[in-house]
């Protein structure tokens, strides 16, 4: 079974930090664009970033830029996102998501669109508070 599992998330103080992991189970990650988005109460759904695993490439959102970085370990299908200089406002079930980096060029989408994706975690929740 293709599965995506969140983990890393937890109760942090503003101006903390925290490793957000999404590990594969069931499939590899290397052909795969794995995205990152989160969902604070009563909002919609928002994108964070995304990697195309096979390269490693990275895209942020423009307003999350600078404190959210994520990178990938092939070896052990996991990606990762790296949040910084966590805020309030940051707190939300974060999620991430993959879609087959061919299937995602031949749509004609977007990475940042998250209809794009066919596999879901089950989402990990950050809360930033004092």
């Known amino acids: 079974q293709m599965q995506l599992v969140e983990s890393g998330g937890g109760l942090v103080q503003p101006g903390g930090s925290l490793r957000l992991s999404c590990a594969a189970s069931?499939?590899?990650?290397?052909?795969?664009?794995v995205g990152w988005f989160r969902q604070a109460p009563g909002k919609e759904r928002e994108v964070v970033s995304c990697i195309s695993v096979s390269d490693g490439t990275p895209y942020y959102t423009d307003s999350l830029k600078g404190r959210f970085t994520t990178s990938r370990d092939n070896a052990k299908s996991t990606v990762y996102l790296q949040v910084n200089s966590l805020k309030p406002e940051d707190t939300a079930v974060y999620y991430c998501?993959?879609?087959?980096?061919?299937?995602?060029?031949?749509?004609?989408?977007?990475?940042?669109?998250?209809?794009?994706?066919?596999?879901w975690g089950q989402g990990t929740q950050v809360t930033v508070s004092a």
């Open positions: 998501a993959a879609v087959w980096a061919d299937l995602l060029s031949r749509s004609g989408g977007s990475w940042y669109e998250p209809s794009q994706y066919n596999y």
């Open positions: 069931g499939f590899t990650l290397d052909y795969y664009v």
